[in-house]
């Protein structure tokens, strides 16, 4: 139902900049603003980490960002720490009381 | 502190139904729309259904429509999913999640997750 699309997979080094993908369509990420992501860790619950395309739930490190562009959303995490290292997923709100995530993107800190 | 508990979940035979549970607790919960997504055994996120706060609009997944049915008791503080008809593909850790407003947006908290098995 989601056509939410994100890599499979990033890395980087410690300190470094990544910045994750998420692309729909003009009927989701491109028509609302309630882009969202989450961080989840092994056997753990996700993470609320950015709501509404750019806005960070208070506790959540200034080093995690959130922008958009037409159909495509993006998050970028800042100076990364090993703690980064996690799975990352996007969701949309896209319409008729339906919402949908993309498949989500493995994050190694190498 | 909003607290998510779920309960109901287990090992259960194709065909079968199951109800599972959310409890809530440290938000007023009838100024949210509350969510269920799952998460299938080393697979990504899937968003099941949702349902505003006066239960007015629901949304269900394709993958469960018709069989699944979303429901909340906010005198319980409660929210509810009653899976009929379930299938292997069921399998799955079951989350109940809040929104971040009385409509369908996002999952600010979420629960620890209940597992359903569907298998024979």
């Known amino acids: 139902q989601s056509a939410l699309t994100q890599p499979a997979s990033v890395s980087g080094s410690p300190g470094q900049s990544i910045t994750i993908s998420c692309t729909g369509a003009?009927?989701?990420?491109?028509?609302?603003?309630?882009v969202s992501w989450y961080q989840q860790h092994p056997g753990i619950a996700p993470k609320l980490i950015i709501y509404?395309?750019?806005n960070r739930p208070s506790g959540v490190s200034n080093r995690f960002s959130g922008s958009k562009s037409g159909n495509t959303a993006s998050l970028t995490i800042s100076g990364l720490q090993a703690e980064d290292e996690a799975d990352y997923y996007c969701?949309?709100?896209?319409?008729?009381?339906?919402?949908?995530f993309g498949g989500g993107t493995k994050l190694t800190v190498l | 502190e909003v607290q998510l508990a779920e309960s109901g979940g287990g090992f259960v035979q194709p065909g079968r139904s199951l109800r599972l549970s959310c409890a809530a607790s440290?938000?007023?919960?009838?100024?949210?729309?509350m969510h269920w997504v799952r998460q299938a055994p080393g697979k990504g996120l899937e968003w099941v259904s949702s349902?505003?706060?006066?239960?007015?609009?629901?949304g269900y997944a394709d993958s469960v429509k018709g069989r699944f049915t979303i429901s909340r008791d906010n005198a319980k503080n409660s929210l509810y999913l009653q899976m009929n008809s379930l299938r292997g593909e069921d399998t799955a850790v079951y989350y109940c999640?809040?929104?971040?407003?009385?409509?369908?947006?996002?999952?600010?908290?979420w629960g620890q997750g209940t597992l359903v098995t569907v298998s024979s």
């Open positions: 999640a809040k929104d971040s407003g009385p409509a369908m947006a996002e999952f600010d908290f």
């Open positions: 440290g938000f007023i919960f009838d100024d949210y729309a």
């Open positions: 349902i505003s706060w006066n239960s007015g609009n629901i």
């Open positions: 969701s949309s709100y896209i319409g008729g009381n339906t919402l949908g």
């Open positions: 003009s009927s989701d990420i491109g028509a609302y603003k309630y």
């Open positions: 509404e395309v750019t």
